[in-house]
């Protein structure tokens, strides 16, 4: 996320970063206090920015960096004229009031000539402490310390705001707030942008790039989803109520002006003229576990079942591999994405078989980031973000059944009674273990 923002505000990711996995704390080199703030308007992942003035793996090799710090560069903050306040932030574990103090106390040596003022200060400068990962295992003193003045914080509140659970449309599959906000970010939406959702269900994904400014739209194959009918998803509710839709959940957080329109249709035929149209597609296909994946089929066809909406609206559906989604996805991405859009989708994967080799690939996007996100202990899903490199052309339409990647991926067709077969052999187990 971090990466994707830094590309939109005009900066870059430089490979010298010191990134510290194991770490909660992460030291970036970035050009502008205004590049930083631009980065934490957008972030639901980063909680606050420091400009950092010092930082050592002890409290004397942290004082000895404040002092090498220029003090031309401090100067501006520590002006006779001006108010300021330290605030202390410990990982991993708690300090009294007394301990907090006496560290405070320590940095006297740093020419603060302001007054103190802890309710409304100009300046806020932060001591953050990090006591490691483990929190059986809690070192006496901090592993790492830094020093800095506070710029800005991240974008967490967003979480609490726009959560599923005030919602007033959702459905079995409605997208965490917080991941769709990290969707929005890969896709590096921004104002006046056109995103499409091409399995847009209750429309989670349209939200978080609306709120960041662009214009969202979407499709779906399941009619009552997309005009709010049948039952509810939501508990202890039957039926879904009259204004139950997408546009009301738009609505809801004052976002209804960037809703174009949802459409009921199959993302796997063309509705759409040629040509490029969108700066973004950010979607969360079926897996089979609470959705099935579907495709619209013909009387001709293997009939999977036939449906009727309230509405006596009839079709009838047919068998949609997770292999055939994907592809057919990337091939969309690939011709309909404008130059340099991006396109952001959840891959499931079964653990024990996952090589970086099952990643879909096709030659007009190119793979940015893949990060996982754990379902369980023998599967997950992984956030795949795309980029349009390429100009689609005509021979690259079915380019990837060409490079052996499709093959790799069928194995994943079976996805949903392979995640079901880890639940029945732990329910196994369990009983098992009861017995004895």
Known sequence: ??????????????????????????ILNIPSEEMARGLMKRTVCA????????????????????????TDKMLPYLQSDSTYKIHIHTFNKTLTQAQKIKKIDALEFLPFKGKVNLKNPEHIFWILEDYG????????????????????DGQRELIESYSVK????????????CLSFI????????????????????????????????????TDIDYNTIHGLGKASRKNQKWRGPDENIRANLRQYGLEKYYLDALVADSSRPIWRKGMLFDAIITDPPYG??????????????VKSVER??????????????????FDLLK??????????????????YRPEYTEEIIPRHPCLKLISNCEQMLSSHTSRRLITMEKVKEFKDQDENSYLLDGQYMPYRGHNSFREKYFSGVTKRIAKEEKDNQK
């Open 1 to 26: 996320e971090i990466t994707s923002l830094l590309s939109l505000c005009g900066g870059q990711f430089s490979g010298e970063q010191e990134i510290r996995v194991n770490s909660p704390f992460w």
């Open 47 to 70: 909680k606050s920015i420091f400009e950092l003035w010092g930082h050592g793996r002890s409290a004397g090799e942290l004082y000895a960096s404040l002092k090498n710090y220029p």
């Open 133 to 152: 990962m483990n929190p059986n295992d809690v070192p006496e003193d901090p592993i790492h310390l830094y020093f800095g003045r506070w710029i800005a």
């Open 166 to 177: 005030k919602r007033h449309f959702i459905g079995n599959t409605s997208m965490d707030a």
């Open 183 to 218: 969707m929005a970010n890969h896709g590096r939406v921004k104002p006046n942008d056109i995103v499409y959702d091409p399995f847009v269900g209750t429309g989670g994904l349209l939200i978080s790039s609306a709120h960041f400014g662009a214009y969202v739209c979407g």
């Open 289 to 302: 576990i609470r959705e099935a994946p579907r495709r619209m089929g013909s009387q001709k066809e293997t």
């Open 309 to 326: 909406s309230t509405e006596n609206h009839f079709f009838v559906s047919s068998s949609y591999h997770l292999s055939d989604i994907f």
């Open 332 to 349: 969309f991405g690939a011709e309909y994405l404008v130059m340099g859009g991006r396109l952001v989708y959840w891959l499931p994967i």
